[in-house]
């Protein structure tokens, strides 16, 4: 193979690592959201079961 072919394959590596890294990003981004969602609602219930009170509620907490 020739210079011109051999760089044109680096090029083609670096892009494909460059999509594989930004593909990574996101689901750690998306992983990152998914905890955040789960640990403020859960907060909420906290401070919804804290504060709220009605007849007929259960003693235990969820």
Same mark, same amino acid.
């Given at each position: 193979? *020739?210079? *011109?072919?051999?760089? $044109?394959? #680096? $090029? $083609? &590596?670096?892009?494909?690592?460059?999509r594989?890294?930004? &593909?990574? %990003?996101?689901? =750690?981004? %998306?992983?990152?959201?998914? =905890? +955040?969602?789960? =640990?403020v =609602?859960?907060?909420?219930?906290? #401070?919804?079961?804290? +504060?709220?009170?009605?007849? *007929?509620?259960p003693?235990?907490?969820?």
């Amino acid at each position: 193979m *020739g210079r *011109g072919t051999d760089q $044109l394959l #680096e $090029l $083609l &590596r670096l892009q494909h690592r460059a999509r594989l890294h930004e &593909r990574r %990003a996101l689901v =750690i981004e %998306a992983f990152v959201a998914r =905890i +955040n969602a789960v =640990i403020v =609602i859960r907060r909420l219930i906290c #401070e919804a079961w804290k +504060n709220h009170h009605w007849d *007929g509620r259960p003693r235990c907490r969820p």
